[in-house]
C-alpha cells in the first residue's frame, strides 16, 4: 500500500522513529486467519493447557495451511473465570500461557514466516480482579474509582433489589451487590457476562486513553491487529431502564458514542506503520455492523448470519447477499466463519437437524442426533463455498481437522461458566474448545506429554490427527490446503465480484469474476444430486468437496451436499 501519508512519521514496531514502513497492501481485506484457542492448541510445557510454546513449536504446521496470520485467544493475565476474557492486567502474559518474551518469540517467529498475528482485545470488562476494580471496590460510592465501572444503588427499601431487570449474557441477574468498607452491602455493579467480569463505564475520562495506551503496548512490540471482543457493547444506555424482554439496552448507532471509540482507535492505528487492523465482534444486523466499517473506524467484522445459517441454499444466500451489500456500502470487505470458540462446531450443526438453542452462546439441542458423516461432508462444502467468497475467511483450530463437537464431556468436568450461571441446564461451550488431537490413537494425541488435560480428549479421534490427516490424500485437512493454494494463486478466489446464476431448488451458484477466468461456485444443499445451472450445462472442476469428482473431470450434475469449483469448457 502506498503511504496514505507519505510526510508523515509513524511509529515502528520496535519503537524508533523512523519512516514508516509500510508491509502489504491492506492486506486484511483478502486474508485467512487462524484461530487459535490458546489452550487446546498445542501444551508446550507437559501441564495439559496448550501454551505459546506450543504454538511456537507449530507454526511450520500453521503455515503449512496457506493462511496469511493467527488470532490468538487471550492470554494476558487473568484468573480464567471466562477463559481469558478476564482481563487482570492488559500488559502481561498469564504464566498459564507463557510469559512476554515467549509473546515476543512468537511474534518473531510468525513474522519470519511472514504470517499476520493478531490479538484478542476486551475493552468491554475487565476481571474483578483488575486494578482499577479493586480500587473501585475500596475507594466507595460516588467516588472517581467507582466512576470507571457502571456502580448503581439497588432498588427496594433497603436497596436490596438490582438497579434494572437486564439478565446476564450467562444466566442469571446483571449486577452483582457489593459488600462496602464497613460491612453493609452496598452498590450494585453491572457485568454483561459473569461477575468476575465488571463492565467499564465507557463514557469514564481515564477509560478511552487507558486502552489506547494498551493498543499501543502490543503494537509497538509488532502486533499486526486485534480482534475485538463484543466490540458494540461499551455503551449501555446511561438511564439504564428495565426492558420487556429483560435483555440489555445497548444502542450502536451513531448518537450513542461507541462510534467515537473506534475512530479513536484508528487514529493508534494509523500512528503506526504497516497496515495494522481490527475485525470486530457483533451479532448486530448487517447494516449496524457496516457501521464498524466505515473507512475511519475499523476493518473487518464476522459475518454471523452465515455463521448461524442452518444447510439451507436460501438461508445462506442471504447472509451472503446482505452483508455483501452492507460492506460494499461502506467499502469494506466481508469475512466469512464458520467455526469459532462460542459455537458448537459446524460438523455436528451440519449434521443435524440443525436447532440451535440459545441467544447469544448457541447450544446444540441435546436431544438431536448427531450424524458426523453427513456433518462432514456438509463441513467440506461449507469451506470452499467460504473461501471462494470475495473477503476474509477465519479458520478455527480443529476445523481444517473436520472435529466435531464434543457433547458428552462429563458435567464434572464443565469449565464454561455457562454451566454453573444457567443453573446447570445449558452446558455451554466447551465442547468446540477441547484439544487438538496432533498424532497417535489415543488421548492426549500429542496434544500434551500429560494425560491429564485441561478438558478430556475423547476416545477414538485417532483418524482426526494432523498425522493421520496429513497422509490421506482425502481428509478434511488435505481439502483446505488445496482450496487455500488455489485461492492464493488464482485471482478471483475471495476476490472477484460475485454474480448469482439461475440454479435448481436448493441449490447456489455464483460466478466469481477474473481477469484469469471466472470461476462457477456450485453449492447442492439438498440430499439428491442435482443439474448444474443452465447457463453452464456442463463444467470443468477445478476443486470439488467430494472425493468422487476427481479434478479436472467434466461434470454436468453437482453430488448431494457438495460444492463444486468450475470453469467453462
Ligand atoms: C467471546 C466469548 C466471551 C465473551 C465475554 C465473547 O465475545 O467470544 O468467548 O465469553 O465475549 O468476553
Redesign the pocket.
Given at each position: 500500500m502506498s503511504d496514505a501519508n507519505p510526510g508523515t512519521h509513524r511509529e515502528r514496531a520496535d519503537g524508533s522513529d523512523s519512516p514508516a514502513q509500510v508491509t502489504g497492501a491492506e492486506w486484511w481485506r483478502h486474508a485467512v486467519i487462524y484461530q487459535i484457542y490458546p489452550r487446546s492448541f498445542a501444551d508446550g510445557n507437559g501441564d495439559g493447557i496448550g501454551d505459546l510454546r506450543g504454538i511456537i513449536d507449530h507454526l511450520d504446521y500453521i503455515d503449512s495451511l496457506g493462511v496469511d496470520g493467527i488470532w490468538l485467544g487471550p492470554v494476558m493475565s487473568s484468573p480464567q473465570a471466562?477463559?481469558g476474557?478476564?482481563v487482570a492486567d492488559y500488559r502481561d502474559i498469564d504464566p498459564i500461557f507463557g510469559t512476554l518474551a515467549d509473546m515476543d518469540d512468537l511474534i518473531a517467529a510468525c513474522h519470519q514466516r511472514g504470517l499476520k498475528i493478531t490479538l484478542d482485545f476486551?475493552p468491554?470488562?475487565t476481571s474483578e480482579a483488575h486494578p482499577w476494580f479493586q480500587a473501585a471496590l475500596a475507594a466507595g460510592p460516588g467516588s472517581p474509582e467507582r466512576d470507571r465501572y457502571l456502580f448503581r444503588p439497588g432498588r427496594g427499601e433497603h436497596g436490596e433489589l438490582p438497579p434494572n431487570n437486564w439478565r446476564s449474557?450467562?444466566g442469571g441477574p446483571s449486577w452483582t451487590r457489593v459488600i462496602e468498607s464497613d460491612g453493609t452491602p452496598g452498590e450494585w455493579y453491572y457485568h454483561?457476562?459473569a461477575p468476575e467480569?465488571p463492565d467499564l463505564n465507557w463514557r469514564n475520562p481515564d477509560v478511552l486513553p487507558e486502552f489506547s495506551d494498551v493498543l499501543r503496548f502490543w503494537l509497538r512490540r509488532g502486533i499486526d491487529g486485534f480482534r475485538i471482543?463484543?466490540s458494540d457493547a461499551p455503551m449501555k444506555d446511561p438511564g439504564f431502564p428495565d426492558t420487556a424482554d429483560e435483555q440489555p439496552l445497548i444502542p450502536k448507532d451513531e448518537a450513542s458514542g461507541v462510534h467515537d471509540i473506534y475512530r479513536a482507535f484508528r487514529t493508534v492505528f494509523d500512528s503506526f506503520d504497516g497496515d495494522r487492523m481490527a475485525v470486530v465482534?457483533t451479532g448486530a444486523p448487517a447494516e449496524i455492523v457496516a457501521l464498524f466499517l466505515r473507512p475511519d473506524e475499523m476493518n473487518l467484522a464476522f459475518n454471523f448470519s452465515f455463521t448461524r445459517s442452518p444447510w439451507d441454499a436460501d438461508a445462506i444466500r442471504d447472509a451472503i447477499t446482505s452483508a455483501l451489500a452492507a460492506n460494499d456500502a461502506v467499502g469494506a470487505p466481508t469475512t466469512w466463519v464458520t467455526d469459532?470458540?462460542?459455537m458448537p462446531r459446524s460438523v455436528s450443526r451440519y449434521g443435524t437437524s440443525l436447532r440451535l438453542v440459545g441467544e447469544y452462546?448457541p447450544a446444540l439441542d441435546q436431544q438431536a442426533e448427531v450424524d458426523v458423516a453427513l456433518g462432514i461432508r456438509r463441513h467440506r462444502a461449507m469451506a470452499l463455498l467460504m473461501c471462494a467468497l470475495p473477503g476474509t475467511v477465519y479458520l478455527y483450530n480443529g476445523q481444517e481437522l473436520g472435529l466435531p463437537n464434543v457433547d458428552d464431556l462429563p458435567e464434572a468436568v464443565l469449565q464454561d461458566?455457562v454451566w454453573e450461571r444457567s443453573g446447570h441446564t445449558e452446558r455451554g461451550?466447551d465442547g468446540c474448545r477441547v484439544p487438538m488431537p496432533w498424532s497417535g490413537d489415543e488421548p492426549p494425541y500429542g496434544f500434551s506429554t500429560n494425560r491429564q488435560t485441561w478438558l478430556p480428549m475423547p476416545q477414538g479421534w485417532g483418524h482426526y490427527t494432523v498425522e493421520n490427516e496429513d497422509a490421506d490424500a482425502e481428509s478434511m485437512l488435505m481439502l483446505y490446503r488445496r482450496a487455500l493454494s488455489l485461492r492464493a494463486i488464482h485471482p478471483g478466489l475471495g476476490r472477484g465480484a460475485i454474480r448469482w446464476l439461475e440454479a435448481a431448488d436448493a441449490v447456489l451458484a455464483l460466478e466469481v469474476a477474473s481477469e484469469l477466468e471466472p470461476v462457477v461456485v456450485v453449492v447442492n444443499t439438498g440430499g439428491t444430486p442435482a443439474p448444474l445451472p443452465a447457463e453452464i450445462p456442463v463444467g470443468i472442476t477445478i476443486l470439488s468437496s467430494d472425493p468422487t469428482v476427481p479434478t479436472g473431470s467434466n461434470v454436468v450434475e453437482i453430488p448431494a451436499d457438495a460444492t463444486v469449483w468450475l470453469r467453462r469448457p
Open positions: 471466562d477463559h476474557y478476564d476486551v468491554n470488562h449474557v450467562f454483561l457476562f467480569q471482543d463484543v465482534e469459532n470458540h462460542d452462546v461458566p461451550r
